[in-house]
């Protein structure tokens, strides 16, 4: 049954739908029009390998033939074109399409025949796909789709583990979203077989190395993983993996301890640091002048000069700790959380706007008034809490330096354990405390007098100060075995349940306090690109770095320069040995250190500073 002929359709269409090849010839040599349009507006070369059975050979000849014909062909027709050859699953159509202009990734199509390559699961169309657009030099890897989808999310929507390890290894950005917020990272880790494994051995495969001589290697380093991205923030996807509610606990904890990611962060935070560094010492100076400030009130002196110094001295630095924990949640609205999870940005924003209400109110309240609330009043109560949250807060931010940092993170840890027990057994508490108001208010009525202050001397009980003689002489036979019951309970069971969790969360630290440090300094690393593209740049490193390692696995390995941690070292050899390669230029990245810190701090534009940085090969 033949089909019907459609209006507007010449003989040439007719022929190139029925895939009649000598047809098609014959038409061609006697003056048919290769760019006619039907009344559909399609050319006949969009008609070609629409037919669901065809001869492939025929196929090609059609296309050669129509290609030749050199009739200016849109390129929406070249893209339905490119469509039918990989409906066809036919390389060479693809080919001979590519070579006579077609453009893969027209942007204005819902989308390109890059998406329909990786959604089909057509690697070897794929790979012509991006040599093609490399030998353009116009890489569009990361084009959307009507849905903002990328090649790579449809490649791992489908779990198509082959394409979406070329489209990762061709630079594509993991750290993309598409309409429904799913990043690239994260539909890969959802969908593909044996997801975590796959991305893993994706880190791996970019630690190479080359052999030197024996015990010589160059190693090769490539970040291009987190590096590829078309905002210039170079943490973006770790910042993902940190922040996304869809991966679990576990496929974050594997992949950041991958060698590469801790080697990533090292690099990033040498040149960071010296900023950090800034912060801490700008933090510091806040908590002294708030302190100092605060003692020369007390003391009397508020109409000195000294007090009226440390005043603005003190305003001048809560003011920037103020602008410091603001920024994070203003410039990053993904971290829905960050208020309720992120402590030290919560208690800094606490103090420094108390700080800077209580300075001002120095200036304009009245100076008897203001000796009588530093003495009962409002004034008191704001210190009260004021002073050590500042200095909790610094304490908080030295968690990002490894050789403190889970001591720091230790206290965090004991204090929610303790907070949740006395949670739980508040009620116990609560008990003990009324039973003790019953037996002691006739007796005692400055520590028991109500409710309210016998439930406060039970607390304090609990750490040891009984008073037991002033409080013996009072008790009877039912006193004693209601106080002995409070010993053996809150006293010994309680405490000693603290101090158990206590030493199981120092124990688990231990292992798990540089990945916390890990995720602390790279929150402050996305944070500080995130401002401005000036700041991120002082901080951005290249793709690919090349270091020069000695040693084997029994005597240890050295690199130069020491930029990766002698603690991974050993994990990434091990990898890059099991991935050598001959394509690396023997030239090793070197520090340098030519250009001063306060050139990084100040110019914003420079790209090294005086830490020690590595080149890129």
Same mark, same amino acid.
């Given at each position: 049954m033949r089909d019907e002929i459609e209006p507007g359709s010449t003989c040439l269409h007719e022929a190139v739908k029925a895939n009649d090849s000598k047809c098609v010839q014959i038409l061609l040599e006697k003056g048919a029009d290769a760019g006619a349009q039907d009344f559909h507006g399609r050319v006949?070369?969009?008609?070609?390998?629409?037919?669901a059975k065809i001869c492939l050979n025929q196929y090609l000849e059609i296309l050669e033939s129509l290609i030749k014909a050199k009739v200016r062909t849109s390129d929406h027709a070249f893209h339905i074109a490119l469509l039918n050859a990989l409906h066809q699953k036919s390389e060479s159509a693809v080919l001979s399409l590519l070579r006579g202009g077609a453009n893969p990734w027209v942007e204005e199509e819902p989308e390109?025949?890059?998406?329909?390559?990786?959604?089909?699961g057509m690697e070897q169309p794929l790979k012509i796909f991006i040599k093609e657009m490399q030998d353009r030099n116009e890489l569009k890897i990361n084009v959307r789709d009507h849905m903002k989808r990328t090649a790579l999310h449809r490649a791992a929507y489908e779990g198509h583990s082959e394409c979406t390890s070329v489209l990762i290894r061709s630079g594509a950005d993991l750290s993309l979203k598409d309409e429904s917020e799913m990043s690239c990272l994260e539909a890969v880790l959802l969908n593909l077989p044996k997801s975590v494994t796959f991305f893993l051995g994706e880190m791996d495969h970019a630690v190479s190395c080359k052999v030197k001589s024996r015990n010589e290697y160059f190693l090769r380093l490539n970040f291009g993983i987190f590096t590829n991205n078309e905002n210039e923030r170079q943490t973006a996807l770790i910042n993902i993996i940190l922040q996304s509610t869809l991966l679990s606990k576990k496929v974050k904890s594997d992949i950041l301890v991958h060698p590469l990611v801790d080697t990533f962060c090292a690099i990033k935070w040498s040149k960071a640091r010296v900023f950090f560094f800034l912060v801490v010492v700008l933090h510091f100076l806040y908590?002294?002048?708030?302190?100092?400030?605060?003692?020369?009130?007390?003391?009397?002196y508020s109409a000195s000069s000294w007090t009226s110094f440390f005043r603005y001295i003190h305003m001048f630095f809560a003011t920037f700790v103020l602008i410091n924990a603001t920024s994070l949640p203003t410039v990053n609205f993904t971290m829905k959380t960050l208020w309720r999870r992120k402590a030290e940005v919560t208690t800094l924003l606490f103090c420094a706007s108390l700080s800077i209400v209580w300075a001002f109110a120095t200036i304009f309240i009245d100076?008897?008034?203001?000796?009588?609330?530093?003495?009962?009043?409002?004034?008191?109560?704001?210190?009260l809490f004021l002073l050590p949250l500042s200095w909790l807060a610094l304490m908080l931010m030295i968690g990002r330096y490894r050789a403190w940092g889970w001591r720091a993170l230790l206290f965090g840890l004991v204090f929610k354990n303790t907070i949740l027990t006395l949670g739980v057994l508040f009620f116990l508490l609560i008990g003990f405390? #009324?039973? /003790?108001?019953?037996? %002691?208010?006739?007796?005692? $009525? @400055?520590l028991f007098g109500n409710p309210w202050l016998s439930l406060q001397t039970t607390f304090v009980m609990m750490t040891g100060e009984y008073n037991y003689n002033d409080l013996s002489e009072i008790m009877g036979f039912y006193t004693h075995l209601l106080f002995i019951l409070f010993v053996v309970v809150a006293t010994l069971v309680i405490n000693n349940l603290v101090v158990a969790l206590a030493v199981n969360d120092a124990n688990a630290l231990s292992e798990i306090g540089d990945s916390r440090c890990l995720k602390?300094? #790279?929150? /402050?690393?996305?944070? %500080?690109?995130?401002?401005? $593209? @000036?700041?991120?740049?002082?901080?951005?490193?290249?793709?690919?770095?090349?270091?020069?390692?000695?040693?084997?696995?029994?005597?240890?390995?050295?690199?130069?320069?020491?930029?990766?941690p002698e603690r991974i070292l050993g994990s990434l050899m091990e990898k890059?040995?099991?991935?050598?390669?001959?394509?690396?230029?023997?030239?090793?990245?070197?520090?340098?250190?030519?250009?001063?810190?306060?050139n990084a701090l100040f110019s914003f534009i420079r790209q090294e500073s005086s830490t020690a940085f590595i080149s890129p090969v």
């Open positions: 006949p070369l969009e008609l070609a390998g629409t037919r390109t025949a890059l998406h329909v390559a990786a959604s089909s908590v002294v002048s708030l302190s100092t400030f605060t003692v020369l009130d007390y003391y009397k100076a008897d008034y203001l000796n009588w609330s530093l003495m009962n009043g409002w004034a008191k109560k704001i210190l405390s #009324l039973s /003790f108001f019953v037996a %002691f208010k006739p007796y005692n $009525e @400055l602390k300094k #790279l929150e /402050f690393v996305y944070s %500080f690109e995130l401002m401005s $593209e @000036l700041l991120a740049a002082q901080v951005r490193i290249e793709n690919s770095y090349v270091f020069e390692v000695t040693g084997s696995e029994e005597i240890g390995f050295r690199i130069h320069p020491k930029l990766v890059a040995i099991e991935n050598p390669t001959e394509e690396m230029e023997d030239q090793v990245s070197e520090e340098n250190s030519s250009s001063s810190l306060w």
